[in-house]
């Protein structure tokens, strides 16, 4: 009797989140990838399986040497078993995982405390597609003898994101759902870095190992230049001359990041970059978006 009531009273004090973190930190220091030059074996996620030498281990790829030569694998081609061999984080992160999971079925006898503490475990999978739009327009007027010729090129681009969201666990659950779409300010000498456009947000609901889609589309990202071109037809040698002058404004489109959340923990993200998933920009994606870019002039010479 004593030893149901103390199992009951450890039931409700246990925090699953908490004991999964504490068990991937441990994993995380236990964890010995396999040495360079060690022979290994690898399976994709489509079923193929390959041997070699271990050549290279970096955070995102394993390079094996195989008959053909050196070859690259991306961790996101490989399957759970393999990565868990590999990566120091799907080690300890499966790890972990497999540990909370066997802890909580021991716990079912008490329903309140695991609906309090759960482990939430969700993926992303993202397509995106970039539609183009281009137009040409050519004015011509003529003022005190001086031909003026004023061509406006502008091109718009918006960007459409497929975004599948996976539930991993058998419970249904909750999640944040971010987007933001970056873009290239045009300026007066060029373009500059590219800064942070439109973004949107959503809180989406998926059951128990399923998966919802989602899909976003941004603003318009707008690009305009203006070449006024003038020729004086009294100049003496008959030959005319004048100037262009060009203006340009807007911004182009330079890509995506895609996150997702369980309050503040992101749980998995994705971008057209690994630029744009540095601590820099996420830093940058808390930010709101820049305001437009002002018209921009600048010289292009004579025209003679």
Not at 187 to 195: H, L, N, R, S
Request: net charge negative.
């Amino acid at each position: 009797m004593l030893f149901m009531l103390l199992s009951v009273a450890f039931a409700e004090q246990v925090d699953l989140r908490q004991y999964y973190e504490t068990q991937k930190e441990e994993l995380l220091e236990s964890f010995e990838p396999p040495e360079t030059g060690k022979e290994v074996t690898i399976k994709l996620t489509t079923g193929a399986i390959h041997r070699g030498e271990l050549a290279l281990l970096t955070p995102g790829t394993v390079t094996i040497m195989m008959e053909v030569g050196p070859v690259t694998y991306s961790r996101l081609m490989l399957d759970t078993f393999t990565r868990k061999t590999m990566f120091a984080e799907d080690y300890a992160h499966y790890t972990a995982y497999d540990r909370t999971r066997a802890l909580k079925n021991k716990l079912e006898g008490n329903p309140r405390q695991i609906g309090e503490a759960r482990t939430h475990l969700g993926r992303l999978s993202v397509k995106s597609s970039l539609k183009k739009t281009n137009d040409r327009n050519v004015v011509e007027t003529t003022k005190d003898n001086t031909e003026i010729t004023t061509t406006t090129k502008s091109k718009a681009e918006t960007c459409t994101l497929k975004i599948s969201v996976a539930n991993m666990t058998p419970g249904d659950d909750t999640y944040q759902l971010e987007w933001y779409f970056i873009k290239t300010p045009i300026t007066e000498d060029g373009e500059i870095d590219p800064v942070l456009g439109d973004k949107g947000s959503t809180e989406i609901q998926v059951p128990g190992k399923k998966k919802i889609d989602h899909t976003v589309t941004s603003l318009d990202f707008t690009w305009a230049e203006v070449t006024t071109e003038r020729i004086n037809n009294d100049l003496d040698n008959g030959s005319g001359g004048g100037d262009a002058r060009v203006a340009d404004s807007g911004d182009e489109y330079r890509g995506f990041v895609v996150l997702l959340k369980c309050g503040n923990e992101i749980l998995d993200e994705k971008s057209s970059s690994k630029t744009f998933l540095s601590d820099e920009w996420m830093a940058k994606l808390k930010r709101q978006p820049d305001p437009p870019t002002p018209l921009g002039l600048r010289k292009k010479g004579k025209k003679k």
